[in-house]
């Protein structure tokens, strides 16, 4: 079993170091670790079959409708109604602009349930505004990059309806529910550094807004907001399931994008084809992480692997920590998806014989991975803030650091008070 893990991650990390796209070292892997436990004859018609059926599950068809949505809202002109909504709420505060994108931020994520598009779309939007107003671009950079992934935690999220998926018997709407606190945290902490470094740099307030000025901003953004009421309370009422809330955002976004003009025929083609362009890469992702999970377990990897982190200590608190390191590390070489499919069936048995529950571990588990999108070397979201001000990597990790401690503080608060990620689930009746 040792030999079967050196084998499956060896090759996989091998290929992954060499360039090769992860969804092909997975399989690459997966296939010559189990030539080494049955006929070589039988492997690859084995592993298609287990790849096969990997995506033939109704739950997954949320996600590219959810992608679609949010191609749809970063399209649609929907990103600058919310910043000028955000700013109704920080305009007072310190380094207004940079807490506009915070705000910004968690609520274009939970409208589109992604980090990237969010980072793209507020972070686009304000940072000429920032520029123009004197703002530190690292500065500007690291506050857009760091409140992102909120959005992933606040529903709808793509995380949560794959790890639901992976684990089996969990609620996808306990899960949304539970990510919104975390998700809010992950907001809060970021506004909390970054007023401090805005205030000792004396950056200046956007002023308060007149009654006149509330009332129109806010009647603008009141449709695109509808949109979380609609497709998350249909979900969490029993009106729907998550895969027909996604199409039901699908067709409100649509709806929302002909009705502000921003969105043509050609446009609209375009938007179809990246749709289906993210989609076919995630979903290959997740057929290629099947077949590496069957590999795992008909050769005992997840059993052996348990027993190495069990072997170091049987102290609870210990082994939550350790984990949270792995997972940390873990996300600064995998993007989300195949991290969640890959790791949740090694490390799952291991929390839920420490007394986790499912829900919490997977807000624990997501909130780990939004941080290792803002890391190098794969970070994603970390990319994009530094291509949006045009700054090289090195200059922005530094500004980065002291968000980064604020995110962990908040991720050991949601892993030893699991009430932080159940109470909202428990008093809806999900849990």
Request: net charge positive; proline share 5%; aromatic share 10%.
């Amino acid at each position: 079993m040792t030999v079967s893990v050196l084998i499956l991650f060896g090759v996989f990390f091998v290929l992954l170091f060499l360039g090769c796209p992860i969804a092909i070292g997975l399989v690459t892997a997966s296939v010559i670790t189990a030539m080494t436990v049955q006929p070589w004859a039988s492997v690859c018609p084995l592993i298609v079959k287990k790849m096969n059926g990997g995506v033939e599950n109704f739950s997954l068809l949320a996600f590219p409708l959810f992608i679609l949505a949010g191609n749809l809202m970063n399209n649609g002109g929907i990103a600058r109604k919310l910043i000028n909504f955000a700013k109704l709420f920080v305009g007072r505060l310190p380094g207004s602009l940079a807490q506009t994108n915070v705000v910004g931020n968690m609520l274009f994520g939970s409208l589109s349930g992604s980090a990237v598009a969010a980072c793209s779309a507020m972070g686009g939007s304000i940072y000429p505004i920032q520029k123009e107003e004197g703002y530190d671009p690292a500065f500007a950079a690291a506050v857009n990059i760091a409140s992102a992934p909120s959005g992933m935690l606040i529903p709808p999220s793509n995380g949560f309806i794959i790890y639901a998926t992976v684990v089996g018997g969990t609620s996808i709407s306990a899960l949304f529910m539970a990510g919104y606190v975390p998700g809010i945290l992950m907001g809060l902490g970021t506004m909390i550094v970054a007023y401090f470094y805005a205030k000792k740099h004396k950056y200046k307030t956007s002023g308060s807004s007149t009654l006149g000025q509330w009332i129109k901003v806010t009647l603008d953004a009141i449709p695109s907001l509808l949109m979380i009421v609609v497709v998350i309370g249909g979900i969490v009422g029993g009106i729907f399931t998550a895969t027909e809330g996604a199409g039901v955002s699908v067709l409100y976004c649509l709806i929302l994008s002909i009705c502000y003009r921003n969105i043509t025929i050609k446009s609209f083609i375009k938007i179809l084809y990246d749709s289906a362009v993210i989609s076919a890469v995630i979903l290959f992702l997740i057929s290629a992480s099947t077949a590496m999970s069957y590999v795992m377990v008909r050769t005992g990897i997840p059993m052996t692997i348990s027993k190495a982190i069990l072997s170091v200590t049987d102290n609870k608190y210990v082994l939550l920590l350790l984990i949270n390191v792995i997972l940390l590390v873990i996300g600064m070489f995998l993007d989300m998806t195949p991290a969640i499919l890959i790791f949740v069936p090694i490390l799952w048995p291991i929390v839920h014989g420490l007394g986790m529950n499912s829900i919490q571990f997977g807000t624990m588990l997501i909130y780990n991975l939004c941080i290792g999108g803002m890391t190098p070397p794969v970070g994603s979201v970390l990319f994009v803030g530094c291509g949006i001000t045009g700054l090289k990597l090195e200059q922005v990790s530094k500004m980065l650091l002291p968000y980064f401690g604020m995110l962990i503080l908040i991720l050991m608060l949601i892993t030893y008070i699991p009430s932080l990620s159940l109470a909202i689930p428990k008093a809806m009746g999900l849990v």
